[in-house]
C-alpha cells in the first residue's frame, strides 16, 4: 500500500469508530429516555424516542456501507479485518438495542393512559444496569480492551439476578388483584426487553474479546459439547 493508500485506510477506520460511537451514544440516549418516560409518566419523551429511531437505522446502514466499501476495496488482512467484521456485527446489535428502546417507549406511553402500579420496583435499576453494560461494552472496543469486555459477560448474571426478583414482584402484583394483571404485564415485557438489552451488550463484548484476541467465547456450552 502506498502512503497516501495507507492515509486513506485509516481514515476510513476512524469513520467507523467514530460513527460507531455516535450510533452507540444514541442508543444509550434511547435507553434513558424510553426510561423517563416510564417513570415521570411523561408520554412526550416516548414519542422522542420513537422519532429519533430513524437516526439510529440511518446510522446503521452508513456503516455498513463503509464497512463493504472498506472490504471491498482495502482488502483488510488480520486485526483489521476483525475490526471491520466486529464492526458489521456491533452495528446489529445497536440497532436491535435501538429498537428495543422503542418497544419499551411504547408499553410506557400505554401505561400512562392508566394509574401507576405502586411502585415501579426496581425496573429503574435494571435500565441503570442494562445502560452501563451497553456503555461498557462500547468502551471496551474503543480502548480494544478485551477485560473490560469480560466484565460485561460477568455483569450480565447480577442483570439477570435482578430481572427474576423483578419478574416475580410482578407476579405477586398480578395474583394479588386481577385488576393489576393488564399493567403488570406490560412492566414484565419492559423487563424482558432491558434484559434483552443485556444480551446485545453481551454479543457487543464477545465480539471485542474476538477482535483483539482472535478468540470466540461465545457458545461455550456448544463448544464444550462438540469436543
Do not use: W
Request: glycine share 2%.
Amino acid at each position: 500500500m502506498s502512503s497516501h493508500t495507507d492515509k486513506a485506510f485509516e481514515s476510513d477506520l476512524r469513520l467507523v469508530r467514530e460513527k460507531l460511537l455516535a450510533m452507540g451514544a444514541k442508543v444509550e440516549e434511547q435507553i434513558a429516555k424510553s426510561m423517563r418516560s416510564l417513570t415521570d409518566r411523561d408520554s412526550e419523551l416516548g414519542e422522542q424516542v420513537k422519532e429519533a429511531d430513524v437516526e439510529i437505522n440511518r446510522l446503521e446502514v452508513d456503516i455498513d456501507e463503509l464497512c463493504r466499501k472498506i472490504l471491498a476495496l482495502r482488502q483488510p488482512a488480520a486485526s483489521d479485518l476483525r475490526l471491520i467484521t466486529t464492526a458489521l456485527k456491533i452495528v446489529t446489535d445497536l440497532e436491535r438495542i435501538g429498537d428495543l428502546a422503542v418497544n419499551i417507549a411504547e408499553r410506557a406511553m400505554d401505561l400512562n393512559q392508566a394509574p401507576p402500579l405502586a411502585a415501579y420496583v426496581d425496573l429503574p435499576r435494571l435500565a441503570e444496569l442494562a445502560q452501563e453494560q451497553v456503555k461498557k461494552a462500547l468502551d471496551s472496543f474503543v480502548r480494544a480492551d478485551p477485560d473490560e469486555a469480560q466484565e460485561v459477560l460477568a455483569g450480565d448474571d447480577h442483570l439477570d439476578d435482578l430481572f427474576v426478583k423483578i419478574f416475580n414482584e410482578l407476579l405477586a402484583f398480578m395474583m394479588e388483584d386481577s385488576r393489576n394483571i393488564r399493567r403488570a404485564t406490560s412492566l414484565v415485557s419492559i423487563c424482558k426487553h432491558l434484559e434483552r438489552i443485556g444480551d446485545h451488550a453481551v454479543n457487543v463484548a464477545e465480539m471485542v474479546i474476538y477482535m483483539v484476541r482472535g478468540t470466540d467465547v461465545r457458545h461455550p456450552r456448544s463448544r464444550a459439547v462438540e469436543s
